[in-house]
């Protein structure tokens, strides 16, 4: 099954600093979902990829996808103390429609 | 407003006791399906349902049923909770070509 790895697991950054959280996989992406999750609550979508090289952005998020890596970035510049929460990837597997998440990365902005 | 609504948000039952979580959404989306999240392990899909009276399992279906009698709903049921099925839960839907997959806002399940 795929796997999805993402990096850093946490992040603890002082507000107005650039960061990057990384998410790999095991197979090929087809479709690539980054999310927001404030802890305990639910997930807000933020965008989706879906070909090579397609790059997005989102207030101060931007987020591209690197299909030779199997790879995508999600970028915060500027980081604000609302950029505060769990980011998720998620990627199709197969035909079900089913997304497979990454396992998180703890992002912390300290004022 | 385009939205995933599940209850109860928060339930502390017991062991034994059967139990329903209700997700319910109004976008007309065929695809629907329920996750489990928990520290250290993710989001794991638990069923998932194509369209009415089509559902399938996940990674991680035991101990869980669900059902599909109308587009809108998507019921999770616990026949028998047992404590390792304390958990954070969340249902989502999609339709089949959709590119972004609404999820509702989770249930805390704790289980004694």
């Known amino acids: 099954s795929q796997e999805l790895e993402q990096s850093p697991q946490s992040l603890i950054v002082q507000e107005g600093k650039n960061l990057t959280i990384n998410c790999t996989s095991s197979k090929t992406l087809y479709g690539l979902y980054w999310y927001k999750q404030k802890y305990g609550e639910g997930l807000i979508f933020l965008m989706m990829?879906?070909?090579?090289?397609e790059e997005k952005s989102h207030e101060k998020i931007t987020a591209k996808l690197d299909e030779k890596k199997q790879q995508s970035s999600l970028h915060i510049t500027a980081s604000q103390p609302s950029h505060a929460g769990i980011y998720l990837c998620?990627?199709?597997?197969?035909?079900?429609?089913?997304?497979?998440f990454g396992k998180g990365t703890l992002l912390t902005v300290n004022p | 407003e385009a939205q995933v609504t599940q209850n109860p948000r928060y339930l502390i039952t017991v062991t034994g006791k059967k139990l329903t979580v209700t997700c319910s959404q109004n976008?007309?989306?065929?695809?629907m399906s329920w996750y489990r999240q928990d520290p250290g392990l993710g989001l794991r899909q638990i069923y998932y349902s194509m369209n009415v009276e089509v559902t399938d399992k996940g990674d991680v279906p035991e101990g869980y049923k669900v059902s599909r009698k109308e587009k809108r709903n998507f019921p999770l049921i616990l026949e028998s909770p047992s404590p390792n099925q304390t958990s954070l839960y969340f249902c989502?839907?999609?339709?089949?070509?959709?590119?972004?997959?609404?999820f509702g806002p989770g249930t805390r399940l704790t289980v004694t």
């Open positions: 998620g990627a199709d597997v197969g035909s079900n429609y089913k997304l497979t």
């Open positions: 990829l879906q070909k090579g090289g």
């Open positions: 976008m007309n989306h065929e695809y």
């Open positions: 989502a839907s999609r339709t089949r070509q959709g590119r972004e997959q609404y």
